[in-house]
C-alpha cells in the first residue's frame, strides 16, 4: 500500500488510444479552473471530443492514429555555447509557447536563422529563468559541468489555451512508440490531433485553428 500511495502518476496509451492519466495529480485548464480526474482518465488527444479535455471515443469513429509523420521536424538538440551558460535546443519537441522569446526577447532572437539564440546577450539569471518557464522541456541550459533540464515541483497538468496539455514534476510517459521527452520533468503532448511529432505538440494546433472554449 505505501509503494502505491509513493507512486508518481503516469500518462500511458497506445497510437490508437486516448491518453490514460493515471494517478489523479492536480489538473487545471486555461482558466485555473480544477479538472476533476478519477484514478484513470480519459483525455482526449484526437481534438474532436464534445465533452474535453475528456475523451468520448471520438477518436474511434474518426479511425484516429497517433503515430509520428515522416516529415516531421527533426528531433535533434542544438548547443550555443556562451561565456557561461550554454543553451540546449531541440526544435522537434517544441510546442511554440512563446514565453522564450516573450520574456528574453534580447538571446531568443526567432527572427534570426539558422541561428537564433544568443546566451551571451542578457544576464545568467534572466536566462535561467526565462528556460525554466518553456513548457515543452526544449529549451535547456548548462552551467559547468551539468546540464539542467528542469526543476523540482509537483506533477501536475495543465491545459494551455486552444492548446497542449502541459506536463510537470515528473509525470511518466508510457507509450507503445518508446515516445521519450527531451525533458522527464516537464512536456507538453498534442491534444489536437493535428501535430507531426505525436504525442508531443509541435504548434499544430495554431496552424489548424484548434478551439476549445470551454477550457
Request: with cysteine; charged share 30%; proline share 7%.
Amino acid at each position: 500500500m505505501e509503494e502505491s500511495k509513493n507512486q508518481k502518476p503516469m500518462v500511458v496509451f497506445t497510437q490508437y488510444s486516448p491518453f490514460y492519466l493515471i494517478g489523479a495529480p492536480p489538473m487545471t485548464n486555461s482558466k485555473g479552473e480544477t479538472i476533476q480526474l478519477s484514478k484513470v482518465t480519459a483525455l482526449c488527444r484526437c481534438g474532436k471530443s464534445e465533452n474535453k479535455p475528456y475523451c468520448d471515443g471520438a477518436h474511434s469513429k474518426l479511425g484516429f492514429v497517433g503515430s509520428k509523420d515522416d516529415d516531421r521536424r527533426p528531433d535533434k538538440v542544438d548547443e550555443y555555447v556562451g561565456k557561461e551558460i550554454t543553451i540546449y535546443d531541440n526544435r522537434g519537441v517544441c510546442s511554440a509557447d512563446g514565453s522564450c522569446v516573450r520574456l528574453c526577447p534580447e538571446v531568443f532572437q526567432k527572427d534570426k536563422k539558422p541561428h537564433w539564440i544568443f546566451p551571451d546577450a542578457a544576464s545568467v539569471k534572466k536566462v535561467v529563468e526565462t528556460i525554466e518557464k518553456c513548457p515543452s522541456g526544449a529549451l535547456s541550459y548548462q552551467i559547468g559541468s551539468e546540464r539542467i533540464q528542469g526543476i523540482k515541483r509537483p506533477p501536475a497538468v495543465r491545459i494551455a489555451k486552444d492548446g497542449p496539455l502541459a506536463f510537470v514534476g515528473g509525470i511518466q510517459l508510457i507509450d507503445d512508440m518508446e515516445s521519450k521527452p527531451e525533458s522527464l520533468e516537464h512536456f507538453t503532448l498534442c491534444r489536437c490531433g493535428g501535430s507531426k511529432n505525436k504525442p508531443f505538440c509541435d504548434n499544430s494546433h495554431k496552424n489548424i485553428e484548434f478551439n476549445d472554449e470551454k477550457n
